[in-house]
């Protein structure tokens, strides 16, 4: 075994064990959390060897980085999920390699994802960013939706040919009343994602979570935990 690899086993390993111990405290069974490992800045190679170690859902930020990677990787079973902000004219490139696009936060993206799912003849999942930091009809700070508009949009997503409506996403706020306080953020996205599937019972995934805070996310009820740093290590240049 490699040096990398045998890193990356020991932290995933170190990663799956706070999961199964969150999920413990939490009540739940394991198997109600999927883990996504976050691969940005990180090479094709990583993402190879995480695929050795059984990982099978990982996620991207930034297409320029994402669709060169997927390419080198299209021989292996993943799943991708982009989480980043999208730009309507990154959709087409996105739409090629990604199975659920995580960051849907206006009608304007929904419009251009439902077009280039259309010409590429594949279905893609879609969560609501739920912005917890964004007044009425504002936008977050790190994106997503105030939670206004998440009726609206998930209805519009629900009606696009070629779209799937997933569930809810959320990032933690840096500002806002929920700034610094996970749990609470995450309870709130929880109390959203209820409603959500009141209307789209099928709605049901939860994303939410990362690195530092994940077993706040597995207590309020996420389904998915986005993991980068604990698994791959503290990203060069990025602080």
């Known amino acids: ?80 999920h982009f989480v980043g902000q999208l730009q309507t004219n990154k959709v087409r490139s996105v739409v090629s390699y990604a199975d659920v696009v995580q960051s849907v936060d206006r009608v304007k993206l929904v419009t251009a994802l439902s077009s280039a799912a259309g010409r590429a003849g594949r279905e893609i999942g879609c969560l609501i960013q739920v912005a917890l930091d964004a007044e009425s009809g504002e936008r977050g700070a790190r994106g997503g939706v105030a939670p206004d508009g998440i009726g609206e949009l998930a209805d519009a997503v629900a009606g696009a040919p070629g779209l799937r ?51 706040d996310a597995i207590a309020a009820g996420a389904t998915h935990v986005r993991v980068g740093t604990a698994v791959l290590g503290v990203r060069a240049g990025l602080g």
């Open 165 to 215: 409506l997933d569930g809810l996403m959320t990032v933690a706020p840096l500002s806002g009343p929920f700034a610094g306080r996970q749990r609470a953020a995450f309870d709130r996205l929880m109390e959203f994602s209820s409603r959500l599937r009141g209307n789209h019972p099928a709605a049901n995934m939860v994303s939410a979570g990362m690195s530092a805070d994940l077993e």
């Open 1 to 80: 075994m490699t040096e990398r690899k045998e890193e990356l086993a020991a932290n995933l390993a170190r990663v799956k064990e706070r999961i199964a111990s969150a999920c413990a405290a939490a009540g739940r069974d394991r198997e109600e959390v999927t883990l996504l490992v976050v691969t940005k800045t990180y090479p094709a190679s990583d993402v190879r060897i995480l695929h050795e170690l059984g990982v099978r859902q990982v996620a991207e930020n930034r297409d320029q980085d994402a669709a060169p990677k997927a390419a080198e990787c299209s021989d292996l079973s993943l799943s991708w």
